[in-house]
Nanobody
Framework: VQLQASGGGLVQAGGSLRLSCAQS????????MGWFRQAPGKEREFVAH????????YYADSVRDRFTISRDNAKNTLYLQMNSLSPEDTAVYYC?????????????????WGQGTLVTVSS
């Protein structure tokens, strides 16, 4: 079972990136999915989660109205569209599969994790 995050890179403040998380080994079409991030010297924090069918989404206050989480179960892929990026968004971004169909902001509710993709936003 593998979650492969990609799409990170270096972008200027105000720019956009789209992260992807490809699932292999098994599908998580019946599981909620989430994105978390960890900035240098800080703890991992919740970014967004999406329910099994994409019908419900939830965002951290810091990214609401700038980031959009989505999923394509036919392609076994999770996405995170990030707009209006700021240096404070610099972090390693991780995708994760939840144990349940409805997501959570708690990392303890996620049983599978991707390896992370680095997003660096320059000022």
């Amino acid at each position: 079972v593998q979650l492969q995050a990609s799409g990170g890179g270096l972008v200027q403040a105000g720019g956009s990136l789209r992260l992807s998380c490809a699932q292999s080994g098994r599908t998580f079409s019946n599981n909620a999915m989430g994105w978390f991030r960890q900035a240098p010297g800080k703890e991992r924090e919740f970014v967004a989660h999406i329910s099994w069918n994409g019908g419900n989404t939830y965002y951290a206050d810091s990214v609401r109205d700038r980031f959009t989480i989505s999923r394509d179960n036919a392609k076994n892929t999770l996405y995170l569209q990030m707009n209006s990026l700021s240096p404070e968004d610099t972090a390693v971004y991780y995708c994760a599969a939840a144990r349940r169909a409805i997501g959570s902001s708690s990392s303890r509710e996620y049983s599978y994790w991707g390896q992370g993709t680095l997003v660096t936003v320059s000022s």
